[in-house]
């Protein structure tokens, strides 16, 4: 009897222990089954890679980083580059739509407008556009209304042409290289032309429809103007160092449009922080994430300042002096 008893208590502990085990287990797997779900996904989709559109790809992730929102931890993010191409572009959008992307974000025009195309319903953050209206993404910067809204970095160009001239009080003659596929570019362009011929310069314009025609685009221009003038332009960029080396060969100084650019072999810029535009963006992409904002109702984040930097090392390989007023306003960097 008494060792039926013995028996009888550990087959109690027994089921007493299963069912202790069995419970954790659940609850665990239930935990896990929660994690999951409130796992979201954040699609970013990338025009081209060049330093200013992965600057803005890292400062998004960072803006989101800011917000709480960590890629492996609370976020999923899924990164996809189009390297230029619109086909790969379209497809991709639909890639990340098919990933459940709680939030998709859009680097470079071309890339906000294959996920415009794609969807009508899932939010999207525009990061650093120059002409959101323009390239139809959104209606009024105000009162978005739609599906999209994001950061508008509206270029000083204004800024970017007195400087020239407080440069180059002599210029009679500017060229202005543009990519003609490139909306942005084609926008920015139209605003430096009326600005520069108010001023009182001779405006060349030169279309470049790939990066083929930089070389000899460059050589042209070169000889044709004073300076060079290039807007904001994801085609130069991807190949800006064919354009340096032709101007250099000509001796010729070239304005730029984003602070890197400065570093890269431009001469001055009024330049927006390419870096910070896209924290900006990351930080509108959290606020939909927590369901603090929808795109409809949030104005977009115009940014229509810069800071003034100049490459005084190029300056001096060219053979050209900085006015020491200039000097004192702008930050001074060196060449890579």
């Known amino acids: ?40 996904t954040v699609g970013i989709l990338q025009f081209i890679s060049h330093p200013s559109l992965d600057q803005i790809k890292d400062g998004v992730i960072e803006g989101l980083k800011q917000e709480g929102y960590e890629d492996g931890k609370n976020i999923k993010i899924e990164f996809l580059n189009g390297q230029g191409d619109q086909s ?28 415009a195309n794609a969807t009508s319903d899932k939010p999207i953050i525009m990061s650093a556009i120059s002409d959101p209206i323009g390239a139809g993404l959104v209606k009024d910067l105000k009162n978005p209304g ?27 003659t500017v060229g202005m290289i543009y990519s003609s596929s490139e909306e942005n570019s084609k926008s920015q362009i139209e605003r430096a032309e009326k600005r520069a011929t108010k001023d009182g310069l001779t405006v060349k314009k030169y279309a470049i429809s790939s990066s083929n025609d930089i070389a000899q685009i460059t050589q042209q221009a070169c000889q044709e103007t004073d300076y060079l003038y290039i807007p904001q332009d994801n085609t130069i960029a991807s190949a800006f160092q064919t354009m ?23 001469i001055a810029t009024v330049g927006q922080n390419q870096f910070e535009l896209g924290v900006e963006s990351g930080k509108m992409a959290a606020d939909v994430l927590s369901g603090k ?32 007023n200039i000097k004192e306003k702008a930050e001074v960097v060196k060449g890579e």
């Open 88 to 115: 790969k572009l379209n497809s991709m959008s639909q890639q990340l739509l098919d990933k459940n992307s709680d939030v998709l974000v859009g680097v470079a025009t071309p890339a906000a407008k294959a996920l």
């Open 146 to 172: 739609g599906n999209i809204t994001g950061v508008n970095n509206l270029t000083p160009v204004d800024q970017q042409l007195d400087m020239a001239k407080e440069m180059f009080p002599e210029a009679k």
């Open 1 to 40: 009897m008494k060792n039926k008893g013995i028996i009888g208590s550990i087959i109690a502990l027994a089921i007493v222990l299963i069912g202790v085990f069995a419970y954790q287990m659940g609850s665990r797997q239930t935990n896990a089954t929660e994690d999951k779900k409130e796992l979201k």
């Open 244 to 266: 340096i080396s032709e101007s250099d060969k000509a001796k010729k100084p070239v304005f730029v449009s984003v602070d890197n650019m400065v570093k890269e072999g431009g």
């Open 293 to 324: 904002a929808k795109p409809a109702s949030t104005p977009v984040n115009v940014i229509d300042y810069g800071d003034m930097i100049i490459n005084e090392e190029k300056a001096k390989e060219l053979g050209i002096t900085i006015p020491e």
